[in-house]
């Protein structure tokens, strides 16, 4: 199985912070990568999809980037409703479909 | 509106059965793949299973494989996850999601989820 390794676990930042998240991938897996947002009590969000194409209705402050095994997620100018947990996946060997371990954005 | 919306969580001792159901709206049910993902008190998300739009095939995380039976109903617009043989691991939340396409597994929309909780 494919493993993905999120860093940082947590971060702390400020509003109008640059924050970026990476996701690696134990093997290669092209560009098929998510990013999700989870809000305490809340089912995950769709913010990226293929690495770096935004979900439909999402800031586009949220960037993504990557291919291969490397990836990172960009919020350009961090917002007080973007505090939240981010996931990545990968869905490009499978199954099984796996998750990162999640990194919690929380205020500095 | 699309919209998931899961049903059939609760209490259930070790060893016990639970029936979780998922009922689709605001979209062609029919033409999606369907997974359920878990997510376990403070912890991450766990992909559990999927299954093809025609229910021509269906796959399992080792962690519940052999004990857990994925399905669906196009025509009832339904998704079901049959859980057997419980076990207090099992104990998360447990979302069904849309994957975007056959081939692009990302989940583009969730159910709020349901709670099981396996203890005696």
């Known amino acids: 199985a494919i493993q993905l390794t999120q860093s940082p676990s947590s971060l702390s930042a400020s509003v109008g912070d640059r924050v970026t998240i990476t996701c690696r991938a134990s093997?290669?897996?092209?560009?098929?990568l998510a990013w999700y947002q989870q809000k305490p009590g809340k089912a995950p969000k769709l913010l990226i999809y293929?690495?770096?194409s935004l979900e439909s209705g999402v800031p586009s402050r949220f960037s993504g980037s990557g291919s291969g095994t490397d990836f990172t997620l960009t919020i350009s100018s961090l917002q007080p409703e973007d505090f939240a947990t981010y996931y990545c996946?990968?869905?490009?060997?499978?199954?099984?479909?796996?998750f990162g371990g999640g990194t919690k954005v929380e205020i500095k | 509106q699309v919209q998931l919306v899961e049903s059939g969580g609760g209490l259930v001792k070790p060893g016990g059965s639970l029936r979780l159901s998922c009922a689709a709206s605001g979209f062609t049910f029919s033409d999606y793949y369907m997974s359920w993902i878990r997510q376990a008190p403070g912890k991450g998300l766990e992909w559990v299973s999927y299954i093809s739009s025609s229910s021509s095939y269906t796959n399992y995380a080792d962690s519940v494989k052999g004990r857990f039976t994925i399905s669906r109903d196009n025509a009832k617009n339904s998704l079901y996850l049959q859980m057997n043989s419980l076990r207090a691991e099992d104990t998360a939340v447990y979302y069904c999601?849309?994957?975007?396409?056959?081939?692009?597994?990302?989940?583009?929309?969730w159910g709020q989820g349901t709670m099981v909780t396996v203890s005696s």
């Open positions: 293929d690495a770096s």
């Open positions: 996946q990968q869905f490009n060997n499978y199954p099984p479909l796996t």
């Open positions: 999601a849309r994957g975007q396409y056959y081939d692009r597994q990302a989940f583009d929309i």
């Open positions: 093997q290669g897996i092209s560009s098929a």
